[in-house]
């Protein structure tokens, strides 16, 4: 048996070499070897994204209509988790369910490993027509909360830079107004769900219409520096339980 | 007025005659052929095997919910159907049951006491399975964990939310009947015609229904319109039929949902509802069961439809432009991929010269395709599938059927050019 083998991997090996051979002779040598890389290349992690581009950008940055948000450079277990949710209904939108339903966990780690190595610009957003008032209510969010409705300061687990925290707290800049409101309306109404405790759907439920459009407001108008990340870990004490944190 | 009345008075008496003369005539066992595989003497793990079969747990849970619990949703021309709970729960479940129960369920298409089965749950099929492989398809429901989740009232229409009148479809309709064996063919021929009459309930997809929902296979070989897709033909080698495919492509196409380089350049994908039937069932079947199918669905005659004369959807004179704007388009969006004279591209993308899917009459899978993209099935042999973007959100309802209607008609292809309003036509349903 271990002969037969053996002997085929030989043939195959001999075959292999033919081949290189006869193509080395046809093309001179450096396309025979131009050939066999393209072929290789074919099998990769970033061909298997390609369908992600058109929504989520080049590269995984936000597209064409500003909608589908950014997806590079935000933590892996926070893209796992989001494809894992899609697949299993946790999360409702009807092309992301469709594209991540019948994959294995292994292949979505993968994919969203992938995004999250990508390290792009953030584009800048001009804050000139966000009324002064939403601005300062909003900042007053995101860095200290509001006591009285019991809703946490965003920066005390999205980080002081609000750029996400690993493995598992996604960034909250670079993506577009539009879908931060429609994702804290999801989450206030019921459409968009995280592993429980769901802490996002509490503290959505918690907040007036025109607290969630300040601090979207505030959000979208920060600049962020070049090569800046997510935080290396949660901070602490965190305000409230949640599932998708480990 | 009276006129109306006295037909609705005959049509009543015809559908009550009919009702009488036709009701089938119940069961209480029956035997099919033996399994092709090594025999599975333990009736739970037969019975598990059955059931994956079937892709009962397909219907019969709802997205991310409990196994079997029901809940998920069945769009027909009909209205909605709800899949039923059919755990344990003795309550909204089958956890009362017994084998009885089941196999009049499976067989005579009725519940206990007698409540007449909607033909959504496919007992038209499950009628040829054997009393011994119901038996053992209960047993392994037995072990399924209960889960007190209620069902929900099918939201149907008039008149087919009158479940009495089923009485009448089933006189029509239904004649129930364990899988007879047909001697003029090896065992293996049967075994694969029993499990896709039965179990597998292909038909209850692949084949069209007439107006209240009977599949008509006799007098029309052509696919179905299910769950918002196109179901191909499997009569039709021209559709999905694989009359000329090798009976080890068949088992290729079956377990891994695609064929890239199928002997005879055949290829074959699946997608939609098929590619769930793929992920959830047919990779776990016995190898020498998928076998057996293969060998029954290359037997199926290939018959072509009935010639339709296609209705033309685009004015022949624009079809020119069309073609122009749909080549730029494809230039830009499909031929880094799908290679620049659609040859394909190795694994990553089939080719569209030739594809039978682009080809067929229908162009409603073609349209859905490029609407919603997709990932071939995570399958065990295939687990890092490629996929294609959607190009709802960054094409128009004009530029995909552009874009469509060259690809139809290009290299060799030679199917009907397709409007803006067939795309938007398909921008609803579950993509499932």
């Known amino acids: ?246 | 007025m009276k006129l109306r009345i006295t037909w609705l008075l005959v049509l009543a008496c015809v559908l009550i005659a009919a009702a009488v003369l036709f009701w089938p005539q119940d069961h209480q066992t029956g035997e099919g052929p033996p399994s092709s595989g090594a025999p599975q003497t333990d009736p739970v793990a037969r019975g598990r095997d059955l059931v994956t079969l079937g892709n009962c747990e397909g219907c019969h849970t709802v997205r991310g919910g409990q196994r079997f619990a029901g809940g998920r949703s069945i769009p027909t021309p009909f209205g909605t159907f709800f899949a039923p709970n059919i755990t344990q729960n003795t309550r909204y479940g089958i956890g009362r049951w017994s084998a009885d129960d089941f196999w009049s369920a499976l067989h005579n298409g009725y519940a206990p006491g007698r409540k007449l089965l909607y033909p959504t749950f496919p007992y038209t099929n499950f009628t040829r399975i054997s009393r011994t492989d119901a038996d053992a398809m209960f047993a392994y429901l037995k072990t399924v964990p209960a889960v007190a989740a209620a069902n929900r009232e099918h939201q149907l229409k008039f008149p087919f939310n009158q479940r009495w009148l089923l009485a009448v479809w089933r006189g029509l309709f239904f004649t129930p009947g364990v899988y007879e064996p047909d001697t003029q063919h090896d065992a293996a021929w049967n075994r694969g015609a029993y499990l896709v009459q039965g179990v597998a309930h292909c038909s209850a997809c692949h084949e069209s229904r007439n107006a209240l929902g009977a599949v008509k296979s006799k007098d029309n070989p052509s696919g179905g319109l299910v769950l918002s897709w196109y179901a191909p033909s499997l009569s039709n080698s021209a559709e999905a039929g694989v009359q000329t495919w090798s009976e080890t492509d068949i088992v290729r196409l079956l377990r891994t949902g695609l064929v890239t380089d199928g002997a005879g350049g055949h290829q074959g994908f699946t997608f939609g509802p098929m590619a769930e039937v793929v992920y959830e069932s047919l990779q776990h079947a016995d190898e020498a069961d998928l076998r057996a199918i293969a060998v029954y669905l290359k037997s199926f005659p290939d018959i072509a439809p009935p010639s339709r004369q296609i209705r033309p959807t685009v004015a022949p004179s624009d079809v020119p432009v069309v073609m122009s704007l749909g080549q730029q388009l494809y230039a830009d969006n499909c031929a880094r991929c799908h290679g620049e004279r659609g040859e394909g591209r190795s694994i990553v993308a089939p080719s569209l010269a030739g594809s039978r899917v682009l080809s067929m009459d229908s162009s409603i899978d073609a349209i859905r395709i490029v609407l919603y993209g997709g990932y071939a099935p995570g399958t065990g042999s295939n687990p890092k599938p490629f996929g294609m973007p959607p190009f709802y959100p960054t094409l128009t309802s004009e530029q995909i059927a552009s874009v469509l209607t060259y690809i139809r008609g290009s290299w060799g292809n030679e199917a009907s050019a397709i409007s803006p309003d067939e795309v938007e036509e398909n921008m609803t349903g579950p993509l499932w």
């Not at chain 1, 390609?50 to 989520?56: G, K, N, R, S």
């Not at chain 1, 830079?161 to 994702?183: E, F, H, I, T």
Request: contains cysteine.
């Open chain 1, 1 to 246: 048996m271990l002969d037969l083998w053996s002997r085929a991997r030989t043939i195959r090996g001999m075959k292999r070499f033919l081949r290189i051979l006869v193509a080395a002779l046809v093309a001179q040598g450096s396309t025979a070897h131009a050939a066999d890389t393209e072929s290789t290349k074919l099998d990769t992690v970033a061909q298997r994204a390609l369908p992600c581009l058109p929504c989520h950008g080049k590269e995984g940055r936000a597209g064409p209509d500003g909608y589908y948000p950014r997806i590079a450079g935000k933590p892996a277990e926070y893209l796992f988790n989001q494809l894992v949710n899609f697949r299993d209904g946790r999360r409702f939108f009807p092309m992301m369910n469709y594209l991540a339903e019948r994959q294995q966990d292994a292949y979505l780690r993968e994919l969203a490993e992938y995004f999250a190595s990508q390290q792009l610009p953030f584009d800048s957003v001009s804050a000139s027509e966000i009324p002064a008032a939403t601005l300062a209510r909003g900042l007053e969010l995101v860095k200290e909360g509001d006591r009285s409705a019991d809703v946490p300061a965003c920066s005390a687990c999205h980080g002081t830079k609000l750029l996400g925290a690993l493995p598992s707290v996604p960034g909250l800049l670079g993506v577009s107004r539009s879908y931060l409101d429609a994702q804290l309306a999801a989450w206030k109404n019921g459409l968009r769900h995280a592993k429980p405790p769901d802490c996002m759907a509490t503290i959505a439920k918690r907040m007036a219409p025109a607290d969630i459009e300040a601090v979207t407001g505030w959000l979208v108008t920060q600049l962020v520096p070049d090569g800046a990340g997510p935080e290396p870990s949660v901070p602490t004490p965190q305000p409230m339980q949640c599932g998708s944190i480990p």
